[in-house]
């Protein structure tokens, strides 16, 4: 008897491979240390872990492949990041950067199309172990881990932990990820508490303000979505008073923040020379408003000409904008900040509409981009390894909406004409 379309079977969990689900997670795993820095392998180890990603395409079912989806706005970002070679004032850097990192978002987007929901988690959360795992581990063996350098002109170390981190403000923003992972799916009854104290363990040591206020936002907006969730009646006495609390707990944090990066080293009401680089970056902005300099193209050494005239309007070298929509425009321009902005409002809006039975998803989106928005206050955090995070969130989002197949039924047909006429033939002969 033929079969329907309705009869066959869209969900990758039915019947995918533990080797190509292994393999997912590995990639993914490797792909979150390789990005983030975790350890500083050297670019023929980023390359070959490329091989991961290969082998879990390689070995997936043929129709976990047909239902590949995969974001158009992510296509376009990672288009003008590569199309940005043909701009960028660093000839050297730039084409580094897109042979390093485009392959790796490409595969990344793939592997994540195609791999099962909770297997994409169980990978970032494999993930977070690891990088917590060599962080610490670094601590204990490598006293040079436990700083961030000398102090210019004398021979005293720079305070806060880095692990093997390039700097503390790259551990930080890890940190701040790995912690909103933990609190949205984490279940072990040891190892929750366990990630929990390690996590803040080392972001106290980092001695980041940036990083501590986003821990303290991460939290407070957990237990608030919580609260949220769980609560029957939201306009209730108990969950005003709740979500008012909370909500001046936000706002101190937001104060602290300020206050700590602009005591940070002495600056005052310039937060740590932050304001002199923005004021710089904004020049060097409005000379190239519509496509930037190009990705990496700025503050990269050795420098160009131009990096070395915003060193002289800062007045000191700086290693970034400090800023995560300066960094976009510097980088990639209107055009490129445009394209980023989309990206990061459907994944927002995809979140927000999940398909999520337990509603852990959206809650880990709102986290995730909310905390993003906040360091990128101080940090740059839209590029490098958070465009990784930000495109794991959207596949996951597509992931959540309805079958493709069920959208397009001439797949479907297609699917059941094939196998109509396999059973025909098996029943003629």
């Given amino acids: 008897m033929p079969r329907t379309g309705s009869s066959i079977q869209t969900s990758a969990n039915t019947y995918f491979g533990p080797w190509s689900r292994g393999l997912g997670q590995i ?15 050297q670019p023929p180890i980023h390359t070959l872990a490329l091989g991961f990603a290969f082998g879990c395409l390689l070995l997936a079912p043929r129709r ?26 660093d000839s050297v850097t730039t084409p580094f950067l897109i042979r390093l990192e485009v392959p790796r978002l490409v595969f990344l987007l793939l592997v994540v199309a195609v791999m099962p929901f909770e297997d994409t988690i169980g990978g970032l959360r494999k993930a977070m172990w690891v990088v917590l795992l060599i962080t610490v581990a670094a601590l204990i ?9 000398i102090v210019a002109g004398s021979n005293q170390p720079y305070p806060g932990w880095r692990g093997f981190f390039i700097h503390k403000n790259a551990l930080s923003p890890y940190l701040i990820f790995a912690l909103a992972t933990l609190l949205v799916w984490e279940r072990g009854r040891y190892a929750r508490p366990l990630g929990f104290v390690v996590i803040m363990t080392l972001m106290i040591g980092s001695q980041s303000g940036t990083g501590i206020a986003g ?35 936000l706002a ?5 923040a300020v206050l700590a990066i602009a005591q940070a080293s002495g600056k005052g009401t310039s937060l740590s020379g932050r304001t002199f680089i923005w004021s710089a970056v904004l020049d060097a902005i409005s000379e190239r ?17 131009v990096t070395r005239e915003i060193w002289r309007n800062i007045g000191f070298e700086a290693n970034h904008s400090h800023n995560g929509t300066l960094d976009l425009l510097v980088q990639l321009g209107v055009v490129g900040t445009a394209i980023f902005g989309a ?4 994944t927002l809006v995809g979140g927000m509409t999940a398909d999520s039975p337990d509603r852990r998803l959206s809650d880990w989106i709102l986290i995730v981009l909310s905390v993003q928005v906040l360091v990128s206050l101080s940090e740059p955090v839209f590029l490098g390894p958070w465009l990784v995070v930000i495109m794991i969130l959207r596949g996951l989002t597509l992931k959540s909406m309805p079958s493709w197949r069920d959208r397009h039924g001439r797949v479907t047909t297609a699917h059941v004409q094939r196998d109509d006429e396999a059973q025909s033939v098996a029943i003629d002969q």
């Fill in 27 to 41: 990639y993914i795993v490797t792909t979150i240390v390789l990005s983030f820095g975790a350890y500083d392998f």
């Fill in 343 to 346: 990206l990061f409002v459907s």
């Fill in 289 to 305: 408003p519509l496509l930037g300099y190009g990705y990496g193209g700025l503050f990269q050494r050795p420098p160009s000409d």
């Fill in 252 to 256: 101190a944090v937001g104060y602290i």
């Fill in 141 to 149: 063996i490598f006293p040079e881990a436990r700083f961030n350098g």
């Fill in 215 to 249: 821990s303290l936002f991460v939290i407070s907006f957990y237990i608030w979505v919580r609260l949220y969730r769980r609560s029957e009646n939201r306009w209730s006495g108990g969950f005003v008073v709740a979500s008012s609390a909370l909500a001046v707990c």
């Fill in 64 to 89: 976990a492949v047909l239902d590949i989806r995969v974001s158009l706005v992510s296509i376009m970002m990672l288009s003008i990041i590569t199309l940005s070679i043909l701009w960028t004032f």
